[in-house]
Structure formats: C-alpha cells, structure tokens
C-alpha cells in the first residue's frame, strides 16, 4: 500500500522531470535544462519557465483531478464505470468556454474561455445541487448528472450548429478535444486554486467511502453522514475537473481507467485507492503528454484525443473482463 | 437501554410501524419474530437510528436517540442488515476492521485497542483461516459470518441484527446464536430478527412477535410462542416439541385459507 503509494509518487516526479526536459518534437534536451538554471533571463529559462512547465503542472493538475475525482465518484456510487464526465461537470465546462467562444469574449479578453469554462462548471454542480442536493439518494445523483450532461451537450451541438463561420466551428471543435500545448502561467494560476480546494474535499472521504463499501445503511450506521459526503464529492470533483477542463478542454478516460487499474493493488478499498488514484492519473496524464508530444508530426496530436485512444480500447477490455468474471 | 415508544414508522406512504413499543434492558436477548411484512426490519432500522419516526421516538438511557451524535450512535449501536452485501472485493479482515472506523480518532490508523477488537472479531466469528481471503471467492455462510464479525469488531452496548442465520448452516446458526448470547452475557443487549421459531425459543430472553406492522405479544418464548399465537400469526400449526425441557414450536403445516 505504502510501497505503491510511493513507486506512483516516484513515477510522477520523474514524468514531471522528463516533461519539462522534453521540446516538442520529443527530443529531450538536458541542455536546456542546464542552460536555463544557470542564467535566468537567458532563452532557455523563458522555454523552461514560460513554456514547458505551465505544460507539465497542468498534466500533473489535470491528471491528479481526473484521477482522484473518479476513484471518489466511483467509490460513492460503488461502480467501477462511474468517471467524472459522469456529473455533468466536463460537459458543462466545455459548453462555458464554447459560448465564450461563440460571442467572441475569446477574441476580446485572454481568459474569457476558461472563465467561461469555470462558470460552465460552476452552474452545472448548482444544478446538480439543485436536482439532487435534497435528497441523499445516489440514483437521483446520477439522472441529474445525465440530465447536465444532455443539456450541455446539446447546446454545445447548438453552438456548432449555429456558429458564425466553418473556421469558428472549427475552432471550438478543435478546443473541445483537450490540449496542454500553448497554456502559459496564467492559464496554471486560473486554475490552480479551484483544483487545490477540489482536491483537498476529496482527499479526506476515504473513510466515509470505505463504509460504503457495505452499503448505505451500514454507512450510516458506522456514523457516515451519506448527504454531506455526496456534497462534498459532488463539489470537490466538480471544482477540480470544472477548473482544468476550463484550462485545457475535455480530457476522458483517466478517471475511468487509472481507479480501475489500481484497484486490485490498492486492496480493493475505496479509501486507499484515492491518493494512489491522484498520484497515478498525473503520472499518466504526463505520460500521454510526453507520447503526445513523440507522436505529433505537422499536425499536433492531441491530448483528449490520445487519451481517449487509449481508453476506448481499456473499455472494451473492461466490458470483456467483467464478462469473463460473470461467466459464460 | 434502547427504548421504542409508540413508534410509528413510514416506508413511502405506508406505514409500516404502527405504535411499537418495547424497552431492551441491558444483558437481555430479545427476538423480533413475525411474518414477512409484519415491519420487523423497519422497527430495526428504526430502532437503529436510521430511519425518522413517523410518530413516537426512540430513546436511548432515557434521553432522545435522534439526540446523540452519529459517531457517538454508531460507537453504542452495532447493526446488521438483513443479506448484507459488499459492494467491493476487499479481504475479510479490512471487511471486518470497518466496524472499528467509529472508534478510530480522525487521520489515525488502527490502535492496539482496534486491533485486538479485530482479532476477537476473528476469532468469535470463526473467521481466522478466512482473514485474508477475499469475500467475493467466500460462500453465502462465509460471507454472512464476514459481516456478523464487521458488528462485532465495533464492540456496541446494543446489537441489531436482522436475520443474521439467515444464509448459515445449522452449526453455525448455533453458533452465531451462541455469539449474540454470549455478547448479551457479558453486558451488551441484543436485538435479533429471527424466522427460525425454535432458535427464538431457546436463545431469547423475550420475544416479540410482530404482525401487520404492530407488536402483537411481548413477553417470554413460552408464553408468546404457543401454539395459537404462532397459529394466528404465521397461518402454521405448531408442533410443540419438548427437548431438555423447553417446549421448541416446530411449523408443521399451512392451515388452509378461509374464504368467507
């Protein structure tokens, strides 16, 4: 538990070392590195500082996010297929920085798009408080997740539809499908705050998700107050995967795919499966990132296409597994 | 020191409880039985804290149950829902320590005193060679052992329990009812639902026999379990069989429907 803990945390920092050392073709250049730490203003410091690592702390926030908000909302919902996507929140982010977009906020301000995107975020988990604050059922949690997601979704399609030239559907198109490439400090700072608060609710339900592990009587019964845990990861994943999503668009899979994997490792304990999940889902959004970057020839590849790449075939393996378990 | 006073409980629109009243003193054994939707589970989870009277109150020493704090209540009350499941593959013994979460301080791990009521868990509930198996490979007994040493492990003065022979074989019914009474023993009381007449008769201290949501006898197994209370209740002719000096009812056959 420790030792997987540890050996994730390891892997992180060095994907991290190995992201801000990499340029964009794939090339790693310790050069620069050198280059950069000895002289401050010197070319490689502004590569260094202005360019590789807002790139690599958003992979590491935004793998985190993803990570750790699935293997929460996985852990309430007690369903290995439950990711973040799930409340509505990416969608409704998406759909924040797309009527950003549309109205032209993006041409005239920097960050009207990941302000949009936040305060897409933002309504959808009022919303979801709305639909199913009151009431501490989870089913009513998920039908009010696929109601946010359905409307965003189809406003989105809306926006597209309506879009004023074929070069702005494809811009918006193109920002939908999640990239880290060109974010500055800015972009790291704007979100930096939402996912730290977003991350710190989620860290400490380990225990109340635990005790769900035996159902929501049970729960109770050990003195699990069912509601406030809801609130809690409802509002933490929803700053945390709102803010990045706002930063840097959609990006699936890893937190569906990095909880699932570590599962078996983690003892199969909801509560001990979320720092590994965190620490995990940056390693992996880093590594994405890095191949993203070896891959990419003329045109950038990107991230939220690679990983959802990547995922689409996880799922299938997954639908085959639990197939398999349940017999023939 | 557990206390129903005309507690009156819904389900949706229904009300499943009617005016239940009954007090559980310390040490004392006391078994729920009743036919199916006679309201037994719900005045159990009523009784446990997790449900809202309707009318009535629970009270707990005396003062309102609704009153204590929900770690204070989950320290004092232990309760085992009827077909408990697991809803992840973790080993039996992380199973079994989750009873411990109301007694561990905020950000510790397990003390000394987790780990030995852990260990008694273990043992009393016969789940020493099980410990670090896990429970999706176990049996429907296994598994239903599991969950009795997950209320164990909390060590509670009351213990809920619904139908907790329910998946067991005859030795480890016994068994089972030899724990609960043995719990009872040294100090704590105990609540258990039960469809096995003869079980109720020989293990409980009292009985209280439910139908259509209210209690309809309290008293001791001889006097509540006869012949035409069962009769009433369950629509079965009893056999009454003697073994060391106990009358057991044993179901024997449905009487037919009247049809007026």
Known sequence: ?????????????????????????GAVDAGLLRGALSAPASPEALILFEIRLPRALLGLMVGASMGLAGAALQGLL??????????GVTASAALGAVIAFYFGFAAAFAFALPAGGMAGALIAILLIYALAGLSASIHTLILAGVAVNSIAAALTSLA??????????????????????????????????????????????????DALTLGEDVAASLGVNLRLLQARIVLGSGLAVGAVTSVVGSVGFIGLVVPHLLRPLAGQRPGGLLLPSALGGAALALAAD????????????????????LGAPFFLWLVLASRREAGP | MIAARSLSLRRGARLVVQEASLALLAGEVLALVGPNGAGKSTLLRGLAGLMRPHAGSVEWEGGPLARLGARTR?????????????????CVRDLVA?????????????????????????????????????????????????????????????????????????????ETMEILRNRARAGAGVI?????????????????????????????????????????????????????GALIPVPWRRIAERRS
């Open chain 2, 74 to 90: 989950a320290r004092l009350i232990g309760y085992l829902p009827q077909q408990p499941q697991s809803h992840w593959p973790i």
């Open chain 1, 78 to 87: 007690r369903n290995p297929l439950a990711e973040p996507a799930l409340i």
């Open chain 2, 98 to 174: 989750l009873g411990r979460l109301p007694h561990r301080a905020t950000f510790a791990g397990e003390s000394a005193a987790d780990r030995e009521a852990i260990e008694r868990a273990l043992d009393e509930a016969d789940l020493k060679h099980l410990a670090g198996r896990r429970v999706d490979g176990l049996s429907a007994g296994e598994r239903a052992r599991a969950m009795i040493g997950r209320m164990l492990a909390s060590e509670p003065r009351l213990l809920l329990a619904d139908e907790p022979v329910a998946a067991l074989d005859p030795y480890h019914q016994i």
């Open chain 1, 1 to 25: 538990m420790k030792v997987l803990t540890a050996m994730l945390a390891l892997a992180a920092l060095a994907l991290f070392a190995l992201s801000l050392a990499t340029g964009p073709g």
């Open chain 1, 160 to 209: 597209l539809n309506l879009a004023p030239s074929p070069y702005a559907a494809a811009e918006i198109l193109f920002w939908l499908l999640g990239s880290l490439a060109d974010r500055s400090m800015e972009h790291v700072q704007l979100a930096l705050l939402p996912v730290l608060a977003g991350l710190g609710l989620l860290a400490f339900t380990g225990r109340a998700l």
């Open chain 1, 290 to 309: 890095l191949l993203v970057r070896l891959l990419s020839g003329a045109q950038e590849l990107r991230l939220g296409v690679f990983t959802a790449l």
């Open chain 2, 192 to 244: 258990v639902v039960l469809h096995d007449l003869g079980l109720a008769a020989r293990f409980a201290d009292r009985v209280a026999l439910m139908r259509e949501g209210r209690i309809a006898a309290l008293g001791p197994p001889a006097l509540v379990l006869d012949a035409s209370a069962i009769a009433n209740a369950f629509r079965v002719e009893a056999a009454m069989i003697a073994v060391e």
